[in-house]
């Protein structure tokens, strides 16, 4: 009987420098095309997504923010694909005091006013409330917030007032300061005098600053220094890193 004829292909495969590269190849091939399923199906993972504040914080989040600093029809685009009512107003000022860019949230339960702010800003009061005040007053108290009051967010001026020196972010309405926070049943938390409180009231404040920090670059509250002991100061500067105290 003849003997059959064996075959020596296999046993060749991953020998040669040609077989391991297409191998190689075939591996990441694999990789690339489970991990983009996987982005699609996460796309606050996803650096190439379009931001949606509707979809959970992830990854990506913090640099698809900060690329939208530059870029007020990218940023106002994020505002409209979310469905967040807001008003795009003229600009207006001039010199360091210039506002190109003022937004206007139209639904947020900001008090006494809805100011305008910038674009950044905006979008960085949408995330705070969803991920860190509505939580944190449900689990603390069992209740929706009614209103959030502030001080202010544009004042053309420099840091502290000063005559000279650096300029705040306020001068461009890139800023807000936040002074208390009332509950649906009336109740009111306020910065200046709940900050020291070792009840609810206080764990509430801190945790609400501790959230604001995931969504601003910088956050100051009453720890900073004794010019923020009424209120936090919420901006959203072009630092690389951000600040939180």
Known sequence: MAKKPKTRISKRIGKFTGDRRFIAVLVLIAI??????????????????????????????????????DDLPACRAVLERSEVAFTALDPA??????RPDRTRLDGYP????????????????????????????????GSEIARIEHLGAYSCRRLYGRESGGWSEHATGNAIDISGFVLEDGTRISVLGDWDDEGDKGRFLRRVRDGACGAFST????????????????????????LCR
């Open 219 to 242: 956050v100051l509250s009453p720890d900073y220094n004794a010019a923020h002991a009424d209120h936090f100061h919420l901006d959203m500067s072009g630092r690389w890193s951000g």
């Open 93 to 98: 000022g001039d010199g360091q005091c210039a």
């Open 110 to 141: 900001l008090s006494p006013d809805n100011p305008p702010t910038t674009c950044p800003v905006a979008i960085a009061l949408e995330l705070w409330q969803r991920d860190g005040i509505d939580p944190a007053a449900q689990e603390i108290f």
């Open 32 to 69: 690339f095309v489970g991990g983009r399923s996987w982005l699609t199906e996460h796309p606050e993972h996803d650096p190439w997504a379009p931001l949606d504040l509707t979809d959970p914080p992830g990854w990506a989040t913090e640099a698809k923010l900060r690329a939208l600093q």
